[in-house]
């Protein structure tokens, strides 16, 4: 195997011109470059040098999230490993994060669009014409993000609470409620050990519930 693909991507980054951000999404008041605008100024230079990209989800979160009206969308989050090959069968790994929402069946569409588009970015160094450097945005956080990851160690723990069931009561369950919409994964896991020594340290038979209340 030789060592193409170490000409191919410089060679490549010589003929790519900036790509300038001028797509405007309206909702949250930002622009972007798009997923075929990036294509449009990348393919045929990766036909001019032989190179293509082999895509293979390696980790996949998905859930589904409330909007302000009401509606439901579907959450997706992909982990995605991008191999880039050329002729002689050199290559060059890279890995990034895509995240979708959509409420039909398009989530992980939009997840391994956005992936995508940020591996050729970053592999080939696209410049943009917009002079701001992200580093400058400064962000003031007032509540904690709404979209939480259902995944298995998050269940898990929230399955640890629901087993204490009746040892809690009413006024407290409520609580907790509100308390799981406001904590990530990692401050979970000391929240519920909290709750469980408190159980623990109840009089005998207190702990014992007589059925499982979900949360």
């Not at 000409?7 to 909702?27: C, F, H, Q, S, V």
């Not at 579907?74 to 191999?83: A, D, M, P, V």
């Not at 039909?104 to 669009?113: E, F, H, L, V």
Request: include cysteine; glycine fraction near 6%; proline fraction near 4%.
């Amino acid at each position: 195997m030789g060592d193409a693909i170490f000409k191919a991507i410089p060679a490549i980054m010589a003929e790519i011109d900036a790509i300038g951000k001028n797509r405007n999404n309206a909702a949250q008041g930002y622009k972007f470059r798009g997923i075929d605008d990036v294509y449009n100024e990348v393919h045929p230079l990766l036909c001019k040098h032989r190179v293509f990209t082999v895509p293979e989800v390696l980790e996949a979160v998905y859930s589904t999230v409330t909007t302000a009206k009401g509606s439901t969308l579907f959450y997706s989050r992909l982990k995605i490993q991008y191999t880039f090959f050329t002729d002689d069968g050199s290559s060059v790994k890279t890995v990034v994060v895509g995240e979708g929402m959509d409420s039909g069946d398009k989530a992980s569409n939009k997840a391994m669009a956005v992936a995508h588009k940020y591996a050729i970015i970053q592999v080939f160094a696209i410049p943009t014409e917009d002079e701001k450097d992200p580093e400058n945005d400064s962000h003031e956080v007032v509540v904690k993000p709404g979209v939480e990851l259902v995944d298995d160690t998050r269940k898990a723990l929230v399955d640890r609470l629901v087993k204490l069931g009746d040892a809690i009561s009413d006024a407290d369950k409520e609580s907790i409620r509100k308390t799981l919409k406001t904590l990530s994964t990692a401050e979970l896991a000391p929240y519920v050990e909290k709750w469980e020594k408190k159980v623990a340290a109840m009089p005998q038979g207190a702990g014992v519930p007589d059925e499982q209340v979900a949360f």
